[in-house]
Structures are given as C-alpha cells and as structure tokens.
C-alpha cells in the first residue's frame, strides 16, 4: 500500500482507497462473523441489545476517531448503523435458537 504522498496520479489514488474499502469491507465480515458466534452465549433479546455495552463502544470509537482528527459524529453515525444492522442479525439468530 501506497502513503497518500506517494501516489503519482489520480488512478493510483483511487487503487489505494479501492483498496482500503475492500479491507473495511473484509474487517465488517470478520466482525459480523463474531457477531454471529457470540449469540451462542446469550440467551435473550436484553443481552443481545446490551445497552451498557452497545454505549462502551460507541464511546470508544468517538475517542478513537477525536484521535485519528476524524469527526465523531459521522463516526458514531456508521457504528450505530452497523451495531443496530447486528443486533438485528443476533435476534434473528436467538429466534432460530429456541
């Protein structure tokens, strides 16, 4: 992977953040694989909405994005949409369980 810097054209720009969303992509998959695993643990829809938790890491990712000077409402924006996209995932998955 190129720095940013090091990109000679408009074409080898775009290689790389093609690059990068495909990465994002992969990272979303692994993390809904998990997504999918943890179910087995929980037992109701309380746990799989985990409010205390579904807010750590909403807490977390703004921090991290304040740090990487990225704004964390978009930021916060996308976890919230994909979190909630899960969670509904995880209660289909418990409704199958019972």
């Keep these: 992977m190129k720095s940013p810097e090091t990109c000679e054209n408009i074409d080898e720009i ?3 953040i093609d690059s990068i969303d495909r990465e994002i992509i992969n990272l979303f ?3 809904f694989g998990y997504v999918k695993e943890i179910v ?3 037992t ?3 746990e799989i909405v985990a409010q205390k938790r579904y807010d750590e890491v909403i807490a977390k990712n703004r921090k991290i994005a304040e740090e990487k ?3 964390p409402d978009i930021i916060e924006k996308i976890y919230r949409q994909l979190m909630n996209y899960f969670i509904d995932e995880e209660m289909k998955l418990l409704s199958q369980k019972k």
């Design 40 to 42: 087995r643990f929980k």
């Design 69 to 71: 000077n990225l704004n």
């Design 29 to 31: 998959a692994l993390r």
């Design 44 to 46: 109701n829809q309380e």
């Design 14 to 16: 775009r290689n790389e």
